[in-house]
Nanobody, 111 residues
Framework: QVQVVETGGGLVQPGGSLRLSCAAPGNIFQTYTMGWYRQAPGKQREWVATTTDGGATNYADSVKGRFTISRDNAKNTVTLQMSNLKPEDTAVYFC?????WGQGTQVTVSS
């Protein structure tokens, strides 16, 4: 069964940093755009960032300048480095690869 697996997340204070990782099978990683969405309680799922198979990146305005998405081709992994986190970044973060989705990982920003 093809799987997209997220790791990372947790509780952090405002202004802190967290790193999320997403692993996908090699053939999927090399072929498809990958990225992250997030969903806060009571809100719709929101796009966060994307990286193409060619390495191009794009970000939602709400995270631009604070989040960085990158690809590790040796590990078939996409990483989302989140800095200067705000309470409004609290959400479940979901990784996707093409049309496949991970189970999500919780990020909570609170003092």
């Amino acid at each position: 069964q093809v799987q997209v697996v997220e790791t990372g997340g947790g509780l952090v204070q405002p202004g802190g940093s967290l790193r999320l990782s997403c692993a996908a099978p090699g053939n999927i990683f090399q072929t498809y755009t990958m990225g992250w969405y997030r969903q806060a309680p009571g809100k719709q799922r929101e796009w966060v960032a994307t990286t193409t198979d060619g390495g191009a990146t794009n970000y939602a305005d709400s995270v631009k300048g604070r989040f960085t998405i990158s690809r590790d081709n040796a590990k078939n992994t996409v990483t989302l480095q989140m800095s200067n986190l705000k309470p409004e970044d609290t959400a479940v973060y979901f990784c996707y690869a093409g049309v496949m989705w991970g189970q999500g990982t919780q990020v909570t920003v609170s003092s």
